[in-house]
Protein backbone atom coordinates (compact mmCIF):
# COMPACT_ATOMS: atom_id res chain seq x y z
CA UNK A 1 0.00 0.00 0.00
CA UNK A 2 0.88 3.14 -0.62
CA UNK A 3 1.50 6.02 1.75
CA UNK A 4 1.08 8.89 -0.37
CA UNK A 5 -1.71 10.69 -1.08
CA UNK A 6 -3.48 10.35 -4.66
CA UNK A 7 -2.39 13.49 -6.51
CA UNK A 8 -1.76 15.04 -9.53
CA UNK A 9 1.67 15.44 -11.36
CA UNK A 10 2.63 17.04 -14.82
CA UNK A 11 5.84 15.62 -16.93
CA UNK A 12 7.26 16.17 -20.11
CA UNK A 13 9.84 15.60 -22.39
CA UNK A 14 13.03 17.47 -22.38
CA UNK A 15 12.40 19.65 -24.64
CA UNK A 16 8.71 20.64 -23.56
CA UNK A 17 7.10 19.33 -26.81
CA UNK A 18 5.88 16.23 -25.46
CA UNK A 19 3.55 17.30 -21.74
CA UNK A 20 1.04 14.88 -19.87
CA UNK A 21 -0.79 14.97 -16.76
CA UNK A 22 -1.39 11.63 -14.69
CA UNK A 23 -2.87 10.95 -11.02
CA UNK A 24 -1.58 8.58 -8.30
CA UNK A 25 -0.67 8.13 -5.41
CA UNK A 26 2.76 5.82 -6.82
CA UNK A 27 2.09 2.48 -5.21
CA UNK A 28 4.97 1.48 -6.91
CA UNK A 29 8.00 1.84 -9.25
CA UNK A 30 8.83 -0.54 -11.89
CA UNK A 31 11.92 -1.40 -13.62
CA UNK A 32 11.75 -3.83 -16.71
CA UNK A 33 14.49 -6.28 -17.92
CA UNK A 34 12.98 -6.39 -21.66
CA UNK A 35 15.19 -5.36 -24.29
CA UNK A 36 14.13 -2.16 -24.55
CA UNK A 37 14.02 -1.16 -20.96
CA UNK A 38 17.74 -2.17 -20.45
CA UNK A 39 18.38 0.40 -22.77
CA UNK A 40 16.35 3.03 -21.80
CA UNK A 41 16.90 2.11 -17.55
CA UNK A 42 13.63 4.15 -16.53
CA UNK A 43 12.00 4.28 -13.76
CA UNK A 44 8.25 3.59 -14.31
CA UNK A 45 5.05 4.26 -12.67
CA UNK A 46 1.86 2.16 -14.23
CA UNK A 47 -1.11 4.33 -14.62
CA UNK A 48 -4.58 3.53 -15.63
CA UNK A 49 -5.55 5.14 -19.04
CA UNK A 50 -8.31 7.11 -17.34
CA UNK A 51 -5.74 8.37 -15.15
CA UNK A 52 -3.58 10.05 -17.77
CA UNK A 53 -4.44 13.22 -19.85
CA UNK A 54 -1.77 13.85 -23.22
CA UNK A 55 -1.43 17.79 -22.88
CA UNK A 56 0.48 18.45 -25.55
CA UNK A 57 2.84 16.61 -28.01
CA UNK A 58 0.37 14.31 -30.03
CA UNK A 59 2.17 15.27 -33.05
CA UNK A 60 6.17 15.34 -31.48
CA UNK A 61 5.70 11.82 -30.13
CA UNK A 62 6.99 8.81 -32.44
CA UNK A 63 5.73 5.25 -32.00
CA UNK A 64 8.33 2.66 -32.01
CA UNK A 65 7.16 -0.79 -31.74
CA UNK A 66 9.03 -4.12 -32.02
CA UNK A 67 8.28 -7.98 -31.29
CA UNK A 68 4.50 -8.53 -30.67
CA UNK A 69 4.22 -4.85 -32.27
CA UNK A 70 1.83 -4.24 -29.18
CA UNK A 71 3.18 -2.10 -27.09
CA UNK A 72 3.40 1.32 -27.97
CA UNK A 73 6.97 2.57 -27.31
CA UNK A 74 7.00 6.82 -27.54
CA UNK A 75 9.55 9.25 -27.61
CA UNK A 76 9.76 12.61 -28.53
CA UNK A 77 10.57 13.20 -32.24
CA UNK A 78 12.80 16.60 -31.32
CA UNK A 79 14.41 15.54 -27.81
CA UNK A 80 14.27 11.82 -27.86
CA UNK A 81 13.09 11.71 -24.40
CA UNK A 82 10.73 8.61 -23.43
CA UNK A 83 7.84 10.08 -21.63
CA UNK A 84 5.94 7.32 -21.58
CA UNK A 85 4.45 4.11 -23.26
CA UNK A 86 1.40 1.56 -23.84
CA UNK A 87 1.56 -1.68 -22.30
CA UNK A 88 1.52 -4.94 -24.01
CA UNK A 89 0.58 -7.49 -21.03
CA UNK A 90 -2.01 -4.55 -19.76
CA UNK A 91 -2.42 -2.36 -22.46
CA UNK A 92 -5.32 -0.18 -21.03
CA UNK A 93 -2.52 0.87 -18.65
CA UNK A 94 0.53 3.21 -19.52
CA UNK A 95 3.87 2.82 -18.20
CA UNK A 96 5.32 6.87 -17.16
CA UNK A 97 8.58 7.69 -17.14
CA UNK A 98 8.78 8.40 -12.55
CA UNK A 99 11.09 11.26 -13.49
CA UNK A 100 9.59 13.83 -15.85
CA UNK A 101 9.82 17.06 -14.51
CA UNK A 102 10.24 18.95 -10.82
CA UNK A 103 6.05 18.96 -11.45
CA UNK A 104 6.50 15.12 -9.84
CA UNK A 105 7.32 16.84 -6.92
CA UNK A 106 10.74 14.34 -6.80
CA UNK A 107 13.03 17.30 -6.64
CA UNK A 108 15.49 17.16 -10.00
CA UNK A 109 18.83 17.32 -8.11
CA UNK A 110 18.80 13.84 -6.27
CA UNK A 111 21.56 11.23 -8.12
CA UNK A 112 20.35 9.14 -10.91
CA UNK A 113 17.02 7.67 -12.10
CA UNK A 114 18.46 4.54 -10.48
CA UNK A 115 16.52 2.00 -8.46
CA UNK A 116 18.82 3.44 -5.78
CA UNK A 117 17.32 6.37 -6.00
CA UNK A 118 13.84 4.68 -5.64
CA UNK A 119 14.72 2.92 -2.62
CA UNK A 120 16.13 6.12 -0.83
CA UNK A 121 13.24 8.04 -1.10
CA UNK A 122 10.84 4.94 0.37
CA UNK A 123 9.46 4.13 -3.19
CA UNK A 124 8.74 0.27 -3.33
CA UNK A 125 10.31 -1.18 -6.19
CA UNK A 126 8.93 -3.99 -8.71
CA UNK A 127 11.04 -5.44 -11.01
CA UNK A 128 9.63 -6.23 -14.04
CA UNK A 129 10.72 -9.35 -16.35
CA UNK A 130 9.47 -8.54 -19.54
CA UNK A 131 11.92 -10.98 -21.51
CA UNK A 132 9.78 -13.37 -22.88
CA UNK A 133 6.84 -12.02 -21.15
CA UNK A 134 3.68 -13.03 -20.24
CA UNK A 135 5.69 -14.64 -17.25
CA UNK A 136 4.25 -12.25 -14.56
CA UNK A 137 6.28 -10.46 -11.82
CA UNK A 138 9.02 -11.11 -9.27
CA UNK A 139 8.67 -8.70 -5.97
CA UNK A 140 11.87 -7.45 -5.28
CA UNK A 141 13.96 -8.76 -2.34
CA UNK A 142 14.17 -5.10 -0.47
CA UNK A 143 11.64 -6.18 2.06
CA UNK A 144 9.82 -2.84 1.70
ZN1 LIG B 1 11.01 16.66 -26.54
Request: with cysteine; net charge positive.
Amino acid sequence: MSHRPLQTYQGSCHCGAVSFRIQTDFPELTTCDCSICRRRNALMVKVHESAFELLSGQDALVDYQFHTMTAHHYFCGTCGIYPFHRKRVTPDYYGVRARSGSGFGFGSGSGSGSGLWALAFGFSLLPFTGEGAPKGRMRAAFGL
